[in-house]
């Protein structure tokens, strides 16, 4: 089943609707998964092997502004400066405007994002998420959140959880055409808990999240247990968080992640996000623990560590360098 088939069922006829004549904004924040999404069993659809949980990161996100093109053109700007139409960040765009340009509409995209990309941190899921919060006020579809969430998961299955501050849980769905596949925020709120970025290298990745869970799941032997271990963390990682039980919570979530690249370690050929830098950070985590501090880490596919936290005056002073982020 293609996308275009799935935007059919959600939108209907796309030539029904009529763009703005003014422009329209949407902000969406970028996620951190607590448990991860690893592994697509679709991957036309973006449509995911296991649930996954995230926590929204507040003001680090994507506003995005649409209004009519002028040329024959999609035209992208990030932060003030024009997106060449040669870069593959402009075809991921354009091809996704594809899926919702009704009679050869071709539109200005201003995106202001306040996202440290440099820090590993998801610039894809706050972009498509304010992409399809954008285009639903564009072409005033008056879509629901569970129909935009199915939308932004067609750009990035990261995207279908930024809809929402907080924590969200996106739902892996059995359906073939994914359309119980979608995210939903929860109810409890934690507003002392602390994230925060530890940067050890600004390198490119090596390789995308898309390629490597791809490869992991096609060779990796490991990744056989990896749905057991997610349905075993997002239960407890929901007990944590109903019973505001942060050490479940921060031990939880660095299990998993390690677990998740512990399945990409096992494919072939192998794939490792960590430096040397990386391992040293965790090791300074490990060690600050050991001396008695509440301190946990997260890790995407990059090298750098995202750690969680209650105590932020202690954490100052053992990781001074630290971004501080409250997602609340
Ligand atoms: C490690 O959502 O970027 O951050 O669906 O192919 O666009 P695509 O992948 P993407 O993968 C995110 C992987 C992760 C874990 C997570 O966010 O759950």
């Known amino acids: 089943m293609k996308k275009s088939a799935i935007v ?32 697509k069993r679709n991957q036309e659809l973006n449509l995911p092997v296991t649930s996954s949980l995230s926590i929204s990161l507040a003001d680090k996100g994507a506003e995005t502004t649409l209004s009519i093109s002028s040329i024959k053109q999609d035209v992208f700007i990030l932060n003030g400066k024009l997106v060449p139409a040669t870069s593959s960040f402009h075809r991921r765009l354009s091809l996704y405007l594809d899926l919702f340009r009704p009679n050869n509409l071709f539109l200005d995209v201003n995106i202001v ?5 440099a820090a590993g941190l998801a610039s894809s899921a706050c972009g498509f998420a304010a992409m399809a919060l954008a285009l639903d006020k564009f072409f005033s579809w008056q ?22 501050s907080g924590f969200v849980e ?23 808990l602390g994230v925060g970025l530890m940067m050890v290298s600004e390198s490119e990745k090596s390789i995308s999240s898309r390629e490597a869970m791809q490869l992991t799941i096609e060779t990796s032997e490991l990744y056989k247990s990896w749905p057991q271990k997610v349905e075993h963390d997002l239960k407890t990682l929901k007990q944590a968080i109903q019973e505001k039980n942060f050490d479940l919570l921060g031990k939880t979530a660095e299990s998993n992640a390690l677990a998740m690249h512990a399945t990409m370690l096992s494919a072939w050929p192998p794939v490792s996000y960590c430096f040397p830098e ?4 965790m090791r300074r985590v490990w060690q600050a623990r050991a001396d008695g ?32 982020i409250r997602p609340w």
């Not at 932004?152 to 990261?158: T, V």
């Not at 990386?278 to 950070?281: E, G, L, S, Y």
């Not at 509440?294 to 630290?322: C, H, M, W």
């Open 8 to 39: 059919e069922k959600i939108i209907g006829n796309l030539s029904q609707y009529s763009p703005s004549q003014n422009p329209a904004t949407a902000y969406a924040p970028t996620n951190i998964a607590l448990v991860k999404y690893w592994g």
């Open 143 to 164: 879509l629901s959140s569970q129909q935009l969430s199915i939308l932004a998961r067609l750009g990035s299955g990261s995207a279908s959880r930024s809809l929402w």
């Open 278 to 281: 990386t391992i040293a950070a």
């Open 113 to 117: 994002s306040t996202v440290p990309i």
């Open 170 to 192: 996106w739902h892996a769905g059995v359906r073939e055409d994914g359309m119980d596949s979608y995210a939903e925020p929860l109810h409890e709120k934690w507003p002392e």
């Open 293 to 324: 501090l509440s301190v946990y880490f997260t890790q995407d596919a990059g090298p750098n560590l995202k750690l969680l936290f209650i105590d932020q005056d202690a954490i100052r002073q053992y990781f001074p360098e630290i971004e501080e």
